[in-house]
Every structure is written in C-alpha cells, then in structure tokens.
C-alpha cells in the first residue's frame, strides 16, 4: 500500500474524498489474516477472504486520516461484487459520507470503493463516533 | 438453472480472540490502535482493558458465510451490521446466521456475534445471491 498524506480528523467534512491509494493484496499479506483470524486458509487458494479486503479498505482509510483517541468503530457494511485474486492490482478510494456533530459527539461514515481498473469489485462503509470530551458542551449540533 | 435452497441456519463458528489473536490481527490488518492492544491507552480507556477489533469480530461471521455459501458469499455477499457491546480480550465468539427471507434468488440472514455468556457483540443482516 502506497502512503498518501495524512489528514486531521477534524478538518474533514461531508462529501471530500480522500486521495485513491493503490492495494495490491500478497499471499504472505493473506496467510497472515488467516493466521490471525483461525479461518482454514486452503479454501482460499488464490482468492482474497471479502472481509479481509474490507479491514484493508479501512487500513486504508486508518492511513490517511489521523483518528482521534477514543473512536468508537460503530458499524461496517460490505458488498462484494465478484472474488478479488491474490496479487490484483486494485486502487481503493474513500469518501467522507457523513460528518456531524450530535450532543458534542462527532459522529461520521467512511465509504470505500475498491476497483480493479474501471471495475468495482468491493465496496464498504464504516461508521464511527468519537464521544465528547469530558465536560464538553454537549447542545450543540453542527455539519 | 434452479437456485439452490438457502439454508435457514448456518452452522456456526466459534473461536477464541485471546491477546496474541489480536495481536498478530492488528499487524495483518494494519490496524495499530493502541486499545487493541496492552498498552497503557487500552488500561486507561472507557474499558479498562484491551477490546478486540470489530472486523476481527466480523471475520467470524464472513467464515460462517463462507462455509455455507461458498463462493456465493464472495459474489455477491453483503454485510450490515453494528457492534452492540466491546469484545473485551479475552473472549469466545460465536457467529450465527439465522434466514430471515429470500427473494429473487437472494437470500438474507439475520446475523450475530456473541459472547460465551450470549451476549450480542454484534448484529444485523447478511445477503448472499444463491445462483
């Protein structure tokens, strides 16, 4: 994975999207998940496990967004449009979906498309929420 | 072709998330959050020990959908879930899948993590086209 510059957290907002950043996914990079995880790898051959290409669209997002202390990993959604193949190049491009302050919470959705030339092949969406610092105004909402 | 019938549950899966899980999952998912981990951020967080992560969480149930649907699940699976509850290390996962209903050759299963003690880590829904 390429490392594109990093951006604060609190300069985002609804609707910018982050540089594309090139994945390309090895057979050591896929043993390592499965090692980790405890699936049974032989099933996988030269194929990529779906959910371990959506924890690298959000080690993607992880890489180019400075994420405060005490985020809160909310929800994930994820679609795979066909099988992804150990060692495909791939670009993956995540847009800032929704950015809000509620109560003093921030709350916000990550989506990531990951693409093999013009070809969708995954999509995904995180939601997150960092929660109010300690004494902080929580009335106001903001976008 | 006739699609074939979903089944209305799926076996399910279950694994311990110790210490060295994480651990080891954090480097292959590139996810280095220190609260993941025994660090002195995971002891001093809203927690007090480390909580394993969500995806490491969600990996079960992508498994569970794997041995059950095959390559289905990587056609054409989707997933929408939320975390109800951290996964405080260390802790045995259960995933589970259970048919809600199937239209049009896709099938959607109401799914779920949870702990040794039943408790939902996480839940929503799964949908996988059949042919």
Request: net charge negative.
């Given at each position: 994975m390429?490392?594109?510059?990093?951006?604060?957290f609190d300069?985002?907002?609804?609707?910018?999207?982050?540089?594309t950043?090139?994945?390309?996914?090895t057979?050591?990079?896929?043993?390592?998940?499965?090692?980790?995880?405890?699936e049974p790898?032989?099933?996988?051959g030269e194929?990529v496990p779906?959910?371990?290409?959506s924890?690298?669209?959000?080690?993607?997002?992880?890489?180019?967004?400075?994420?405060?202390?005490?985020?809160?990993?909310?929800g994930?959604?994820?679609?795979?449009?066909?099988?992804?193949?150990?060692?495909?190049?791939?670009?993956?491009?995540?847009?800032?979906?929704?950015?809000?302050?509620?109560r003093?919470?921030?709350?916000?959705?990550?989506?990531?498309e990951?693409?093999?030339?013009d070809?969708?092949?995954?999509?995904s969406?995180?939601s997150?929420?960092?929660p109010?610092?300690?004494?902080a105004d929580?009335?106001?909402?903001?976008? | 072709?006739?699609?074939p019938?979903?089944?209305?549950?799926?076996?399910?899966?279950t694994?311990?998330?110790?210490?060295?899980?994480?651990?080891?999952?954090?480097?292959?998912?590139?996810?280095?959050n220190?609260?993941?981990?025994?660090?002195?951020e995971?002891y001093?967080?809203?927690?007090g020990?480390?909580?394993?992560?969500?995806?490491?969480?969600?990996?079960l149930?992508?498994?569970?959908?794997?041995?059950?649907?095959?390559e289905?699940?990587?056609?054409?699976g989707?997933?929408?879930?939320?975390?109800?509850?951290?996964?405080l290390?260390?802790?045995e996962?259960?995933?589970r899948?259970?048919?809600?209903s199937?239209s049009?050759?896709?099938?959607?299963?109401?799914v779920?993590?949870?702990?040794?003690?039943?408790?939902?880590?996480?839940t929503?829904?799964?949908?996988?086209?059949?042919a």
């Amino acid at each position: 994975m390429t490392s594109p510059t990093r951006f604060a957290f609190d300069t985002l907002s609804r609707g910018d999207v982050l540089p594309t950043v090139d994945l390309t996914i090895t057979h050591d990079d896929v043993r390592a998940y499965l090692e980790a995880t405890g699936e049974p790898a032989a099933r996988w051959g030269e194929r990529v496990p779906p959910v371990m290409l959506s924890a690298l669209m959000l080690a993607t997002l992880l890489g180019q967004v400075e994420i405060p202390a005490g985020v809160m990993h909310t929800g994930q959604e994820h679609e795979s449009r066909r099988p992804v193949r150990i060692g495909e190049a791939l670009t993956v491009t995540v847009t800032v979906s929704s950015y809000a302050v509620r109560r003093g919470a921030l709350m916000a959705a990550f989506d990531a498309e990951a693409r093999a030339g013009d070809e969708v092949v995954a999509t995904s969406r995180a939601s997150v929420l960092v929660p109010p610092p300690e004494g902080a105004d929580t009335e106001g909402n903001a976008e | 072709m006739t699609a074939p019938t979903p089944a209305p549950t799926i076996e399910p899966v279950t694994r311990l998330i110790d210490q060295p899980r994480v651990d080891h999952y954090a480097v292959a998912a590139r996810d280095p959050n220190p609260i993941h981990r025994e660090t002195p951020e995971a002891y001093a967080g809203p927690f007090g020990r480390p909580v394993a992560h969500g995806m490491l969480v969600l990996a079960l149930l992508s498994e569970a959908m794997t041995n059950a649907c095959g390559e289905a699940w990587e056609r054409g699976g989707s997933l929408k879930v939320r975390w109800r509850q951290p996964a405080l290390v260390p802790v045995e996962v259960t995933a589970r899948a259970t048919l809600r209903s199937e239209s049009d050759g896709v099938a959607t299963y109401d799914v779920m993590c949870e702990d040794a003690a039943g408790e939902a880590l996480l839940t929503g829904t799964a949908s996988v086209r059949l042919a």
